[in-house]
């Protein structure tokens, strides 16, 4: 084994789609799992690569700095890929502090960690909405690399503070970091709080289909594989203290993202209900992806047509991941944000 990467969060959405990412193009590389299990985390999600012998999973907080400098002294790790956060703008709204504790705290523990043991990379998944937003009337505006820190909510916000410390690590203590913003994913394992899968889950069992608002709001759709991709450029060849925004130019408003989801699985649309809408709502954001491009080539691969459909097929075919969650505690979580709503 000559590379070991610690993925943190690796048994959520995007971390474990990058585990299944890197253990099938680096071969050779010992990938290990940090993760706390949250009520985002699922086991389950990672059971068709437990047993290989280049993977291992640890169930940890990245808070719990003895924990995590024990695991760093065990696996001596080359690069850090930090997933680990809570990411749900609704429930940050709801409950910041956990959001700072995970997402700002826990982020310095992995950074002095990997200070310590001398890590060659602390790689850092951020997300577009450390911008805030951008108008719905000017087209013509993207993010950039340069667009200012403005986070609307709780959530960004502490994703904010996380890129800030990142970048206060590779300047005061040459940390060799590096920050990618993505912007909203979907695919396979999206936790069924979330926009897309909320969708059609409710979609299958003929339930109201929440729209926020009036639905009018933008969120640039990347295919969560492309994602991954993306961060496995930055992490070996993306130049360090820098950050690279990552998206393909694939902006929709909510209102037809839930329209498309229902034609699909041939569902009425009179099953979409207009509800109360999100505190502090972004209107819309859009990356301008043209560094990652231009100083490392990558373009996305999956269109939406594409991965829509992928999507909406995987949810049909493993009902069994997604029926498990909305037993447990989600079905509090729903009545307790959707009903009266
Ligand atoms: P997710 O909520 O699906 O998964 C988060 C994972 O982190 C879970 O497995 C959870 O158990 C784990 N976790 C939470 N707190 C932890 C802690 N204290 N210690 C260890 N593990 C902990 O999230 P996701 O959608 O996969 O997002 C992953 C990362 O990508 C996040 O940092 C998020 O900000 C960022 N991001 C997400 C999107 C998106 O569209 N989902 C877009 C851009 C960036
Ligand atoms: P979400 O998936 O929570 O991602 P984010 O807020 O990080 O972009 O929401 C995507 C968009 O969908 C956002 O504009 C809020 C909206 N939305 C709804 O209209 N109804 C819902 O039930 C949810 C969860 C989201």
Not at 138 to 163: C, N, Q, W
Not at 258 to 276: A, D, N, W
Request: glycine residues 8%.
């Amino acid at each position: 084994m000559n590379v070991v990467v610690i993925v943190t969060g690796g048994a959520g959405f995007i971390g474990s789609n990058f585990i299944f990412h890197m253990l099938a193009s680096h071969e050779d590389y010992r990938i290990v799992c940090l993760d706390k299990l949250t009520y985002a985390g699922n086991l389950s999600t990672l059971k068709s690569v437990m047993d290989r012998p280049n993977f291992r999973f640890v169930r940890l907080d990245i808070c719990d700095r003895c924990g995590v400098e024990r695991l760093f002294e065990e696996e001596k790790p080359d690069i850090v890929v930090n997933f680990a956060a809570e990411s749900h703008v609704d429930r940050s709204i709801e409950n910041p502090s956990v959001f700072l504790q995970t997402n700002i705290v826990g982020a310095g523990v992995l950074m002095d960690a990997c200070r310590k043991y001398g890590v060659r990379r602390f790689h850092q998944v951020s997300t577009d909405e450390v911008y805030g937003d951008l108008p719905l009337n000017r087209p013509d505006l993207f993010f950039t690399e340069d667009t200012p820190i403005h986070a609307s909510s709780p959530y960004s916000s502490s994703k904010a503070g996380a890129d800030l410390l990142a970048m206060a690590y590779y300047r005061t203590y040459g940390l060799p970091v590096t920050i990618s913003r993505c912007s909203n994913n979907y695919g396979p394992y999206h936790f069924p709080e979330k926009l897309i899968p909320l969708m059609i889950v409710n979609c299958l069992y003929d339930r109201p289909l929440p729209v926020y608002g009036e639905g009018i709001n933008v969120r640039d759709w990347l295919y969560v594989e492309d994602h991954c991709k993306a961060i496995d450029l930055v992490i070996h060849r993306g130049r360090v203290g820098e950050v690279y925004n990552i998206g393909g130019h694939n902006e929709m408003r909510n209102i037809d993202i839930v329209k498309l989801i229902c034609r699909e699985l041939g569902k009425p649309e009179s099953l979409i209900t207009y509800v109360t809408d999100r505190k502090g709502h972004d209107l819309r954001y859009a990356i301008d992806p043209a560094k990652i491009l231009r100083e490392l080539g990558w373009l996305p691969e999956t269109r939406f047509e594409d991965g829509i459909r992928k999507t909406i097929r995987w949810y049909l075919e493993h009902r069994d991941w997604w029926e498990e969650i909305i037993s447990g505690e989600y079905q509090t979580y729903y009545e307790r944000m959707y009903a009266n709503r």
